[in-house]
Nanobody, 121 residues
Framework: VQLQASGGGLVQAGGSLRLSCVGSGFRWNDFTTAWFRQVPGKGREEVSCIRPLDGSTLNADSVKGRFTISADKAKNTVYLQMNSLKAEDTAVYYC???????????????WGKGTQVTVSS
């Protein structure tokens, strides 16, 4: 199983970025996928979660209305569209998958390397 996250960068507050998580070695329909973020000195915070089988999603209150998670199973890719970015969204963002359908950091089985998102105010 491999997960590769990309799309991070430096953006001004109010701007947008789209993160991509490309996976291989597993069937997307069998796994829940989530995006997390982490800042130095704090634990990983779940941002968004999607269950590809039915397309249901969960979003943290801090990103509702601004971030959208989506899946393109044909491309083995899950996206995180981030709009109206704020300085407090600055973090390393990780994608992860769970074979048991769980959202939440404890339910994840595989993690990709992170991609840095920096929002300047």
């Amino acid at each position: 199983v491999q997960l590769q996250a990309s799309g991070g960068g430096l953006v001004q507050a109010g701007g947008s970025l789209r993160l991509s998580c490309v996976g291989s070695g597993f069937r997307w329909n069998d796994f829940t996928t989530a995006w997390f973020r982490q800042v130095p000195g704090k634990g990983r915070e779940e941002v968004s979660c999607i269950r590809p089988l039915d397309g249901s999603t969960l979003n943290a209150d801090s990103v509702k209305g601004r971030f959208t998670i989506s899946a393109d199973k044909a491309k083995n890719t899950v996206y995180l569209q981030m709009n109206s970015l704020k300085a407090e969204d600055t973090a390393v963002y990780y994608c992860a998958i769970s074979r048991y359908g769980s959202c939440g950091v404890d339910g994840m089985n595989y993690w990709g390397k992170g991609t840095q998102v920096t929002v300047s105010s």
